[in-house]
């Protein structure tokens, strides 16, 4: 009994001290988590600063921006995670080469410049402009009543002294002077180039300012073989012509040209009997004969000039004298006065071009030659700066020829050759022109070739009134 009573007595004591070594390590285990908590929260602050820290060294590797060294030594340039000293100036500032950079840098600084610079001007013209309307405002309608005293109309008669220009606002303006005139040659070089590469449409368009002169020499050699259209059985009439010709470009005024040729020529004619015996036709002399042609002149005005969907359309009047000697071929023994349009129309790099015109010939005696329609339809093309090919068909329709009012039957002419021309220009307003032709009918010429060197004068040679 007493033994029970013990072992009673000493579980009540066990028991009653359970509870206090519960809360002792209950109170352990309580500091021992907030402990890791707090090393928890240090550990993640570390890490989070670490991570700023990479953050900012990654901007300035973006900005180029150069921070301080720990050791308080040289400045070291962020690059990643990485630092790489900039001890020498080969190096790069975020992979830009430094001599790259300061280029940069001075152009923005430049260009910075240039929009103060631009900026103080148009504050002065805005606050000139503004002074004139205040003033306009303020002076109103001038009245018997209001009218300005002496001192007032003295003081406004005086000039205002304007500010000298800075330095920024005469080097923009002298910048942009430069830039002008610049503009302005390359828009004349541009120009004068277009016109050397349209040489070979000189006879159809105009390309001479006013005051500028061209002369062109030129050298041809025709044949030409004529039957008889009355009797087949008839003799070949044989004629040749050599000529060589002067003729003035002259710009008159803005779109107006005056041209005037000089021929000089050269014919000779024979006939050609086989098979037939040559007494049966009579006796022929053969003709030689040397002499200046008919001389002629044109007056070309440029209507329209080509624009987008418009040809270059120029007018022309022309007329011919009878200064050749009819009787030795020398010339048609007649005058003529004309007038013609010219059409050219780019489509590049192709340029197509035609005239029509028409001629009236003045009557000699009882005879009228009859009128011409001369027309003509080719298209050319630059292969370079300098060469140039074209191809053309020209031809005349010729009416009939009348005598005493009476028309002559079968005395119309239709004259077609097809010309191939070559423009090479040799220097600078000097150009070579071979070209050959064919005769496309019966009444044209049978060949042509010859040479043109149109050669433009230094300088310009105005009108004296």
Known sequence: MKKNNRTLARRA???RHLPVRRDAGGKRHTILTVFHVLIAFVLVGLILIHLGKETDAGAAFGSGERKPDIDGGRPVIGVGVKEVSSAT??????????TEYEKLKREVENEKLKREVENERLRREVETLKG?????????PATPESKPSATETKEEKQPVASAPPSSQERVGRSEREEFEVAKGDRRKEAEEAKRELDQFLRAEKLLFKPGEVQLEFGASYAHETETSQDSPSAPVFISRFASANVLMRYGLAEDLEFDFGVPLVYTEQERDTRPFVPTQFGPFTPKASVGFGDINWAFRYAAIHEDRGLPEVTLNVNAKADTGDEDRLLGTGHWDVGTGVSLVKTI??????GSLGYTWTLEQGDVDPGDQIPYSIGMGFSLNDRVSVSMAMAGAAIRRREINGNEISRSGLDINSLQFTTTVQLAKRVYVEPFVGF???????????????????????????
Do not use: W
């Open 89 to 98: 100036d080969s190096r790069v500032d975020g992979y830009v080469p430094k």
């Open 132 to 140: 004139h309307m205040q003033r306009l405002l303020a002076a109103g």
């Open 439 to 465: 005769g496309l009918t019966d009444e044209a010429a049978d060949f042509l070739v010859g040479i043109n060197v149109p050669v433009g004068l230094e300088g310009r040679f105005p009108l004296p009134f």
């Open 13 to 15: 004591r066990v028991s």
């Open 348 to 353: 590049d790099p192709v340029v197509f071009f």
